[in-house]
Each structure stands twice: as C-alpha cells, then as structure tokens.
Nanobody
Framework: QVQLVESGGGLVQAGGSLRLSCLAS????????MGWFRQAPGKEREFVAA????????DYVDSVKGRFTISRDNAKNTIYLQMDSLKPEDTAVYYC???????????????WGQGTQVTVSS
C-alpha cells in the first residue's frame, strides 16, 4: 500500500488557477495508477481525473476537460492536478487515490489521502 499526502489547495477567484500535489510514500509508486476525486458539501465524492502508471493513459470527468490536467513525476513520487479557469462549482475537498489498476482508480477504490480544500469565489 501507499500513503498519500495532498497539498496545494486554497482560495482562488473564479477564472484563476491552482496546482494540487499528491506525494506518495513507498518504493512501488511507479507501478500505481493514480487519480483525483472531489467532494463538495452535501454531495457524493466524484471522480475528477486519473493517470496510468507511466502517464500514457489519462481520463477526466467531462466537467473539467480542457481546464484540468493530471500529470505525474515518478522520480518524485508525486502526481499533480493543474486546475485552470476555475469555477465556483469546482469548490470541494480534493482527494488523491492510488491503486495498481487504472480502472479500479476510476471506480474509486484504493488508498486515499486526507484531502485538500479548494474554494473558488465568484
């Protein structure tokens, strides 16, 4: 298993940008698919983006396509979520997830981080 720690959240105005990071412990990081989910107040946790172990496969929820970019640096045991053109509806706690299977990550099963708050003001 891996342990995950997110960072980079904060308060930003609509139209602004943030970059989230997720640092993973463990030597097997490069064999894991990784992803981001988010949970807004009163709503269920939803899939945002996922990336395969080598970055060759990526997937996004439709609402963030063209605005968010997921990437990873296996040498640093870190994945990133670059969020541009942020909207108030992007406000949520963002969670990092890891699993050896890309499809399982998209399905929301794996090891989770503690989350980082993103707030977008209008």
């Amino acid at each position: 298993q891996v342990q995950l720690v997110e960072s980079g959240g904060g308060l930003v105005q609509a139209g602004g940008s943030l970059r989230l990071s997720c640092l993973a412990s463990g030597r097997a990081f490069s064999s894991y698919a990784m992803g981001w989910f988010r949970q807004a107040p009163g709503k269920e946790r939803e899939f945002v983006a996922a990336i395969s172990w080598n970055g060759g496969r990526r997937d996004y929820v439709d609402s963030v396509k063209g605005r968010f970019t997921i990437s990873r640096d296996n040498a640093k045991n870190t994945i990133y979520l670059q969020m541009d053109s942020l909207k108030p509806e992007d406000t949520a706690v963002y969670y990092c997830i890891a699993n050896r299977d890309f499809t399982v990550v998209v399905g929301g099963f794996g090891s989770w981080g503690q989350g980082t708050q993103v707030t977008v003001s209008s």
